[in-house]
């Protein structure tokens, strides 16, 4: 259990639009649904319609992608309004976002920007999510990026950052097992050395994904399935957490409902933690891939 | 300061100016004046401008992307690269200032109309039609005006009735048949721009959106009381404009047909 004593909710999957009709018309076994908050702050239409239906029968997590949580720019009061007054309306059981910049001088890039790893990013970013939570009334979940550049200003790894604004700023963590396997090609680094630094009793979720391997990098596509070496990452992180909430990401070449809530609950066999069984896993993910 | 050593603000707007510079990512950072070397690091693979270059390819990529979401009639008409292209000016021009992509389209048939791509008042009217479809799309619902409701007004009351429309609710005019190109594009056929004028509602009922085609005469009286004039006033516009009284049959079958599609949130009585 994480120090927010914020439930496991199980395997869930990502709400796409592309499931809407199966879900309200099957009402599938799934244990939680991940939305994704900009897609239904602006609109009274259809996906505000759906959601609010679907956060009827499931838990509904808010997973945002535009916070800029690390930008230079003022906070967003008027975004963060409307994300709590959604988070209220679908009884979110937490909110979360990415250790990352969107945009500067008042525009978006719409791309989860990488931060340099040094001080000021840490007391700015720190900052920043303290405000935010104060604002939300619960603590911000902070999810760990893809990125493929490193700063030359950067003083600290990314975990070792992650850890210690986790610290400062008292928020939860969504650890994203793939982005560590992205990253760690990208950056090569150890990606078992990434899961072990982090604060297991902050970790309140966890994602899954595919990625796309170009060979000298990997993008992170969120178009397949994934990989051995992803779930070895979970099972690791798994042992550390204890069973937390889990969920699976799939936002391009998607594929229908039943193929990406089978991939999901591929993760139940590596949530035995409680029972004291690990599926039989290598100890290790291959390093450094390039 | 050494570029390695960029205080976090100037490093995010030095990094945002190269991704979203419109040229390639060499041009990019030669714009953007500071040493990539000194302030990207190199992986095993690639160099620091090429690793930068990953943002910078995929910016163009999501703006189109998001942009086709919303025009993809507009992009099926002009083909992958001159959407692209145009997609490029719109928004180096209108940059996204928005959390949500749903409204970085907004100003695009204005650009279209200011531009000097061929076919351009074919192209403002069909991405008319496109955004107004997106708006109606996230409009607010509303409950939409019972069917029988002016059937309750006393007959000496009628002409002082003010409507309230949905929110979900576009009246557009065009110089081309829009509605009939986007048409054709929805049923995988070509499209090809047809001058004539025409008229259209766009709305929303039960979360669907609907293209009701409307004839001159229907679209200024509708105008007329989307825009809050009384059903009397109204009728005095439409004289005005086309130098007769409606016809009783006319109104009959307008407010049959808008009830029917749920045009209407409210009535009130002026005094």
């Known amino acids: ?214 060979g000298t990098h990997i993008i992170d596509t969120h178009n397949d399935f994934v990989i051995d070496e992803v779930w070895q990452l979970y099972a690791r992180a798994c042992a550390r957490t204890g069973n937390v909430s889990t969920l699976m990401e799939w936002d391009a070449d998607i594929p229908d409902f039943e193929t990406v809530h089978a991939e999901a609950r591929k993760a139940e066999a590596f949530r035995t933690v409680s029972s004291g069984v690990l599926p039989a896993v290598a100890d290790e993910v291959a390093y450094a891939s390039v | 300061m050494p570029p390695s050593e960029l205080a976090l603000a100037p490093l995010q707007e030095w990094m945002q100016a190269v991704v979203t510079h419109p040229g390639d990512v060499y041009e990019a950072a030669e714009a953007a004046a500071s040493d990539v070397d000194a302030i990207v690091l190199p992986s095993k693979t690639l160099q620091p401008i090429q690793r930068l270059g990953i943002y910078h390819g995929m910016y163009m990529l999501r703006m189109v992307e998001a942009m086709e979401a919303d025009y993809a009639a507009v992009a099926h008409f002009l083909g992958e690269h001159a959407f692209g292209h145009l997609v490029e000016g719109y928004v180096q021009r209108f940059p996204s200032r928005s959390y949500t992509f749903n409204r970085l389209g907004d100003k695009l048939p204005g650009y279209v109309a200011d531009s000097t791509i061929k076919q351009r008042t074919f192209l403002y009217d069909l991405a008319r039609l496109e955004l107004a479809m997106t708006q109606v799309f996230d409009e607010a619902e509303a409950e939409p005006l019972p069917a029988d409701a002016i059937g309750t007004v006393p007959p000496e009351s009628i002409e002082a009735i003010r409507f309230t429309p949905i929110p979900a609710l576009r009246l557009l005019a065009f110089r081309y048949d829009a509605n009939e190109a986007f048409q054709s594009f929805r049923e995988g056929g070509q499209i090809r721009p047809r001058r004539g004028k025409s008229w259209l509602a766009v709305h929303r009922r039960d979360y669907s959106v609907y293209r009701t085609p409307l004839s001159q005469e229907a679209f200024t009286f509708l105008g007329s009381l989307v825009s809050g004039e009384t059903i009397g006033s109204a009728i005095m516009t439409f004289r005005r404009r086309f130098r007769r009284l409606p016809e009783q049959q006319e109104l009959f079958t307008w407010f049959r047909d808008w009830s029917a599609e749920g045009l209407f949130a409210a009535i009130a009585i002026t005094e």
């Open chain 1, 1 to 214: 259990m994480n120090r927010f004593h914020l439930p496991d909710l199980g395997v869930g999957v990502g709400l796409r639009t592309v499931h809407y009709s199966h879900i309200l018309g099957t009402q599938p076994s799934v244990d939680w649904f991940e939305a994704l908050s900009e897609n239904y702050l602006d609109t009274g239409g259809r996906p505000r319609f759906v959601l609010e239906k679907i956060a009827e029968q499931y838990p509904i997590v808010l997973h945002g992608v535009s916070m800029s949580i690390g930008g230079t720019d003022p906070i967003d009061f008027d975004y963060l309004r409307k994300l709590k007054a959604l988070a209220a309306t679908v009884n979110a059981r937490w909110v979360s976002d990415h250790l990352c910049w969107t945009g500067v001088s008042g525009r978006n890039v719409h791309d989860l920007l990488p931060m340099p790893y040094n001080e000021e990013s840490l007391r700015h970013t720190a900052e920043r999510v303290k405000i935010v939570s104060d604002f939300l009334e619960c603590p911000l979940v902070i999810e760990n990026p893809s990125s493929y550049v490193e700063f030359a200003s950067s003083t600290m790894t990314e975990w070792d950052f992650l850890a210690a604004l986790a610290q400062e700023s008292d928020c939860g963590l969504l650890l994203d097992v793939n982005n560590i396997y992205v990253s760690s090609f990208n950056h090569s680094f150890d990606p078992n050395v990434y899961v072990d630094a982090i604060p297991a009793d902050r970790v309140v979720q966890v994602h899954l994904a595919g990625h796309t391997n170009h």
